[in-house]
């Protein structure tokens, strides 16, 4: 039974990865070809639909590390997926006239996934990866993380006029709940938790470098 639960599990991470891979291949191609036909203006209604369907997509994986199917820690999965999540629904899709940094955003993200989408899922399939993308999976991050997280937080800052004059999201009061919430300081507050919050996960991210290249050296 355990074996047949063991098989199962890899069929089912290995279709997992390969469709977000997939889905992640979109939005680099569909990225790439309307900044070269269109401009960068364009980039974000080209990329919408899947950027959203990939990002979201990754929500699984922190039910994966809360019922043990992978082994990434929910402590380091949340916080990355989460603030990914908030700029695809919270920004991008909330505020669509945010697209200065979309282009950086988008390919900043879709190479770093379609290289740890393949990677994973490649050793779901057959038990390991080559020596050259582990190399990839574990150092493109140290350029195309601080590009992702410097688009993230442009497109917040460039967001908050446009947060502030539409007062979407905002509970006003009075109210029957007795409870007022504005977004624009919301976003301020996102802002805030980048500065401790990105450094932190840029030394964790190298911890695993280190660990994971030491690793394959003695193998």
Not at 16 to 32: D, E, P, S
Not at 125 to 144: D, E, I, V
Not at 195 to 215: C, D, E, F, I, N
Request: charged share 15%.
């Amino acid at each position: 039974m355990a074996g047949f639960l063991s098989v199962l599990k890899r069929i089912y991470l290995t279709l997992y990865n390969w469709t977000v891979f997939t889905g992640w291949a979109q939005v680099l191609y569909f990225a790439v070809k309307t900044l070269k036909e269109s401009g960068h203006e364009h980039v974000y209604s080209a990329v919408e639909r899947p950027l959203q369907l990939a990002q979201t997509a990754a929500v699984m994986e922190i039910l994966h590390g809360l019922i043990g199917l992978v082994r990434s820690p929910v402590s380091a999965t949340l916080p990355q997926i989460g603030s990914r999540l908030y700029v695809t629904w919270g920004i991008l899709w909330s505020f669509p006239e945010t697209h200065v940094l979309v282009s950086s955003l988008v390919i900043s993200w879709s190479i770093t996934e379609i290289i740890r989408y393949s990677f994973f899922g490649l050793k779901e399939a057959f038990g390991s990866a080559p020596s050259w993308l582990l190399w990839l999976r574990y150092s493109t991050f140290l350029l195309l993380y601080p590009s992702g997280i410097t688009s993230e937080v442009g497109l917040i800052y460039t967001a908050l006029p446009f947060i502030k004059n539409s007062e979407k999201y905002c509970i006003r009061m009075p109210n029957k709940w007795n409870f007022s919430f504005d977004y624009f300081y919301a976003a301020i507050i996102a802002l805030g938790i980048y500065v401790p919050g990105s450094p932190h996960m840029y030394q964790y991210m190298l911890g695993q470098r280190k660990k994971a290249l030491s690793k394959s050296k003695k193998e």
